[in-house]
């Protein structure tokens, strides 16, 4: 969903009616850092995505992944540098409505139905996804009655998705989005993303699936040690591993990932 909503809190209602703008970067991260006591978890890390784009965030486990994620939401503020979402505050972007995020981990509610789920999260948007199309672009529809908590791990995420999905937002950041989904649902889910990014939306997911990076994203950028180890295509970053063209992504991250300096 476009924030973690705290049950028993108020919405964020205020803001201007949520559409797609039509602005030319969703996403400026400029030379952000942070720190977490001794551990430096993102150096000097400048991004920027176009809107319309899939960007593909690849790294091993502490690499800075979560916590650029982190400063994407407004979660998570920098200690020096400049994160901005549609040239605004993370938070505001969020409170808008702009921005829609899917967790891994995120909890669900006990005991209510995915239709009232759904329905209490549109409520806090100004501009949101009508309750059919939400349904329709998650692959939930018929699981409407269902109790959330009664739903197996793979329509929970696709739940998930929907929740995500509630407040019509232009920019979506997605953490594992595929996990815990088998492979036809897979397919299903980026033939949603793709309708998604041509009507003008911006996806930013990061995955330990390399191959979906591979054939999904517009453009992947590998993280280590907190900063930008390669960027570009899925040509391009086994170019700058050395690698044929046809080789898997795999190998790429691997030799990228392992050395020992990437300054």
């Not at 739903?151 to 999905?165: D, E, I, K, P, W």
Request: hydrophobic residues 40%; glycine residues 10%.
């Amino acid at each position: 969903m476009s924030r973690p909503i705290e049950y028993g809190t108020a919405c964020p209602r205020d803001g201007p009616e949520n559409t797609v703008l039509s602005m030319t970067n969703a996403v400026v991260l400029d030379d952000v850092h942070k720190r977490y006591r001794d551990v430096t978890a993102v150096a000097g890390l400048s991004l920027t995505v176009p809107e319309g784009q899939t960007l593909a965030l690849l790294g091993a486990n502490g690499a800075g992944k979560s916590t650029a994620i982190g400063m994407l939401l407004g979660v998570v503020g920098p200690d020096s540098g400049t994160a901005r979402l549609y040239d605004r505050d993370p938070r505001q972007a969020v409170r808008e409505g702009r921005v829609g995020a899917m967790q891994q981990e995120g909890g669900t509610p006990p005991r209510v139905t995915v239709k009232e789920l759904l329905t209490f999260v549109r409520a806090c948007y100004p501009g949101p996804m009508p309750l059919a199309e939400v349904a329709a672009t998650a692959h939930i529809t018929g699981l409407e009655r269902a109790r959330v908590d009664r739903l197996s791990g793979g329509q929970r995420q696709r739940v998930r998705f929907a929740m995500a999905l509630a407040g019509d937002p232009g920019l979506l950041v997605l953490d594992e989005p595929t996990a815990a989904l088998d492979v036809r649902a897979r397919r299903d889910f980026w033939a949603a993303m793709r309708r998604l990014t041509d009507r003008g939306r911006t996806i930013v997911f990061a995955t330990h699936y390399l191959e979906e990076a591979d054939r999904y994203a517009d453009r992947i950028v590998v993280m280590g040690d907190g900063r930008i180890v390669a960027e570009g295509t899925g040509a391009e970053i086994k170019e700058a591993a050395a690698l044929a063209a046809g080789s898997p992504l795999e190998d790429a991250f691997l030799a990228l990932t392992s050395k020992e300096d990437w300054a």
